[in-house]
């Protein structure tokens, strides 16, 4: 049973940073890319960044230079790394991957910038 997990999220003044995490468990994690999405209250789910399982990266270009994605395969993590958090990226992210065709999706972590 594949199974996802996100943490991390919170809320954080403009300027700051925050660390989400994504656990996976239930598959082969080193040899699948991982997503993370966000869906802001309001608007269609969107990806934020993604990394293949050899660690190419990238991202949309809102938040390309402040956040980074990146792997931990003996943990079966995913990590994305946001800083100079502004306003508009306030969302709830979810973290995804597809294995045998099938998409697999975490419940998601809020994340809210704001004074």
């Known amino acids: 049973q594949v199974r996802v997990v996100e943490s991390g999220g919170g809320l954080v003044q403009p300027g700051g940073s925050l660390r989400l995490s994504c656990v996976i468990s239930?598959?082969?994690?080193?040899?699948?890319?991982v997503d993370w999405y966000r869906q802001a209250p309001g608007q269609s789910r969107a990806l934020v960044a993604r990394?293949?399982?050899?660690?190419?990266?990238e991202y949309v270009d809102s938040v390309e230079g402040r956040f980074t994605i990146s792997r931990n395969n003996a943990w079966n993590t995913a990590y994305l790394q946001m800083s100079n958090l502004i306003s508009e990226d306030t969302a709830v992210y979810l973290c995804?991957?597809?294995?045998?065709?099938?998409?697999?999706w975490g419940q998601g972590t809020q994340v809210t910038v704001s004074q």
């Open positions: 995804h991957v597809k294995s045998w065709g099938r998409d697999f």
């Open positions: 990394i293949t399982s050899e660690g190419s990266t």
């Open positions: 239930g598959i082969n994690f080193k040899i699948y890319a």
